[in-house]
């Protein structure tokens, strides 16, 4: 993986759980596969992974290319792929377009008159949308072992 934390001995995770949370650090990571492999093994049966990746990096990230290039991101074929090798299955797809961070690109001012619009709720901070540049993502592990 990029940025592994290297230790003299890999530690194992012995305890279950039912809920697995990455909200946006799965595209900081060298393989998906291998992540979720990981993970899969520290579920209980029924084991929820919820997943948050994005169509690309985001462009207010200061991002090394050669290391994260736009092919790694969020595909559900890929997804569906790599589930189906790990006895999960996607129980929930979900395209949102999230302009929060957006906001802060356009300079100081534009990001404080954005922020209080979605203060006041004229304008929606994060919205479901096909296409959008996040993707919301519930894997469940089956009940068998």
């Not at 799965?26 to 291998?34: A, D, K, N, P, T």
């Not at 520290?42 to 985001?58: A, E, R, Y």
């Not at 929060?100 to 404080?112: R, V």
């Amino acid at each position: 993986m990029y940025g592994k934390v290297k230790t003299k001995k890999e530690k194992t995770i012995k305890k279950k759980y039912d809920m697995i949370s990455l909200p946006q650090v799965i595209y900081f990571l060298e393989s998906r596969e291998v992540i979720l492999k990981k993970i899969t093994h520290m579920l209980n049966p029924k084991g929820i992974i919820f997943i948050v990746d994005g169509k690309s990096m985001p462009n207010y990230l200061d991002y090394d290319k050669k290391k994260y290039p736009e092919n790694k991101f969020c595909n559900k074929e890929h997804y569906k792929s790599i589930a189906e090798s790990l006895g999960l299955k996607i129980i929930d797809w979900t395209e949102y377009q999230s302009d929060i961070a957006i906001a802060f690109m356009n300079g100081k001012i534009m990001a404080l008159l954005r922020v209080l619009l979605f203060m006041i709720r004229i304008k929606k901070s994060i919205f479901p949308m096909k296409g959008g540049n996040n993707t919301f993502i519930l894997l469940e592990r089956s009940g068998l072992y």
